[in-house]
């Protein structure tokens, strides 16, 4: 099984910062990796595919970078919506796996 | 715009099994996607459940596949989860989604309801 790692796990942040969470997998996944945002009482959302492809009606601000084993969420510009846990998900190899998540609180 | 709801019991006894099941709408069932069950524990994690494909195709989560049993209704464009044995560890909030058929990214999702395994 393939185990993905979050960093950090908690982030205060204050609006327009820059926020980078890192995602790191125990093996090789290629680009099979995507990005949610959760909300507090909300269902995960889809905000980037195969590591690097938006998602529609995403806002720009965030982007996506990584290969391999080494995986990059930034979020420009931090706007107070954007409080959330954010995970990420390889699909690469059977059973597909979640990372622990990133807190990113707003200060 | 695709929208999926679960429904199913919000109680289940330890030992029992936790049925629940996912109404799709404004897809079919039939589409090439794979149907998917996530779970989360109260103040945890996402967990990975398995997916289910149109064809009755299934892959599961290896710690729970001895317990576990999903499969479609395509008259009903729905699917369901079975899990037996349940135990306190398998209290959760339980989401259905919809994976793409390659890249399995998962662009929708229901809201979720909790289940509670308890006496």
């Known amino acids: 099984e393939i185990v993905l790692t979050q960093s950090p796990e908690f982030q205060s942040v204050t609006p327009k910062d820059k926020v980078t969470i890192t995602c790191r997998a125990s093996q090789s996944i290629g680009s099979n990796l995507h990005w949610y945002q959760q909300k507090p009482d909300q269902s995960p959302k889809l905000v980037i595919r195969y590591a690097s492809q938006s998602v529609s009606g995403v806002p720009s601000r965030f982007s996506g970078s990584g290969s391999g084993t080494d995986f990059t969420l930034t979020i420009h510009s931090l706007e107070a919506e954007d409080a959330a846990t954010y995970y990420c998900h390889q699909s690469s190899s059977l059973p597909w796996t979640l990372g622990p998540g990133t807190k990113v609180e707003i200060k | 715009q695709v929208q999926l709801q679960e429904s199913g019991p919000g109680l289940v006894k330890p030992s029992g099994t936790l049925s629940l099941t996912c109404a799709v709408s404004g897809a079919s069932i039939r589409s090439s996607n794979w149907w998917t069950w996530v779970r989360q524990p109260p103040g945890k994690g996402l967990e990975w459940i398995g997916e289910?494909?149109?064809?009755?195709?299934?892959n599961y989560n290896p710690s729970l596949k001895s317990r576990l049993t999903m499969s479609v209704d395509k008259s009903k464009n729905q699917f369901s989860l079975k899990l037996s044995s349940v135990t306190a560890a398998d209290t959760a909030v339980y989401y259905c989604?919809?994976?793409?058929?390659?890249?399995?990214?998962?662009?929708?999702w229901g809201q979720g309801t909790l289940v509670t395994v308890s006496s």
């Open positions: 989604a919809r994976g793409g058929d390659i890249s399995r990214a998962l662009d929708s």
């Open positions: 289910v494909f149109h064809s009755e195709i299934t």
